[in-house]
């Protein structure tokens, strides 16, 4: 494997780390989850009297895939580069898979970190009351975590185009290496 593609995945495994952490962190730590499990989360029947009753209310859902596509991408981005360390030169199939891995990982962070980030913005603006007072949403950890997504995710696109560009490359010199034994 060329060491700008090594550059590239051990980078999304930092990355993703710190987006694990802050995205477990603000989700099992925010007054959020539990208000989710009230028939009316974003106290809507309070906002009506105030006219903004039909503001976008996110859902747990949001948070909970989040939380899984970081941590599955976290983990296999470690499989990932743990078998590219043990095999150095991997069969043409493996970099293939390696690449759509690393485009769909990228899809599914762009989703996951888009619908994160906007979740928090939308809910800090709300002040949602408990019974001990504003409840702690945690939505500027959400929104950091949100947003570094996003940029993992354009780091998984260029791990995906480095190891595109090596395995054709390798095609190409393969080629060049068969029509010269053919002379």
């Not at 590239?8 to 995205?23: A, E, R, T």
């Not at 603006?125 to 939505?139: I, P």
Request: with cysteine; glycine share 6%; proline share 1%.
């Amino acid at each position: 494997m060329h060491a700008c593609t090594r550059v590239w995945k051990i980078s999304s495994i930092v990355l993703g780390l710190i987006i694990v952490g802050l995205g477990v962190d603000s989700h099992f730590n925010s007054d959020w989850r539990a208000v989710n499990k009230r028939d009316d989360p974003c106290q809507q029947k309070a906002l009506n009297i105030y006219g903004s009753k039909d503001k976008w209310c996110p859902h747990i859902a949001i948070e909970e895939y989040f939380v899984a596509i970081t941590i599955i991408c976290f983990i296999l981005s470690v499989i990932s580069l743990g078998y590219s360390f043990k095999v150095e030169k991997s069969t043409k199939k493996m970099k293939k898979l390696d690449k759509y891995y690393h485009c769909l990982a990228a899809l599914l962070l762009i989703i996951a970190g888009s619908l994160y980030f906007a979740s928090a913005i939308q809910t800090l603006n709300m002040r949602l009351q408990g019974r001990n007072g504003e409840l702690q949403l945690r939505t500027t950890e959400k929104a950091i975590a949100g947003l570094l997504a996003i940029v993992q995710a354009l780091i998984y696109a260029v791990a995906a185009f480095f190891i595109g560009k090596e395995s054709s490359s390798n095609e190409t010199n393969f080629n060049n290496t068969m029509i010269s034994l053919n002379y």
